[in-house]
């Protein structure tokens, strides 16, 4: 997939993915930046270490096996609120507050 699929993709009514973060996206996938700088990028914007985006990605993954073990698939809106948990965009309390608001859970 395209990356600027992916970044409209990520893309929810009412939410603009951050210009920097489609942008670091872009260049990651053109080569024109490694992953390590990408990811110092985000520590610089949202103060996030590359061990900490690690560590969330990892943590999300074992969630969506899971998901996926039971049949279920993720809403796009919930892949955008991962993404944005994992660069550091959100932190996880945010993040959980919004994952039970889209799936109306208390």
Do not use: C, W
Request: no cysteine; aromatic share 6%; hydrophobic share 45%.
């Amino acid at each position: 997939m395209e990356i600027d699929q992916i970044n409209s993709r990520m893309t929810l009514p009412g939410y603009a993915l951050p210009n920097g973060f489609a942008v670091l996206n872009k260049r990651y996938a053109e080569g024109v930046i490694t992953f390590e700088e990408k990811a110092k990028t985000l520590e610089v914007l949202y103060g996030i270490s590359l061990a900490a985006q690690l560590e969330r990605e990892a943590a999300v993954g074992q969630a969506n096996a899971s998901i996926a073990l039971e049949g279920l698939e993720l809403a796009p809106e919930a892949i955008l609120i991962n993404a944005r948990y994992i660069s550091g965009e959100l932190d996880l309390e945010q993040k959980l507050h919004l994952i039970k608001k889209l799936y109306g859970t208390p």
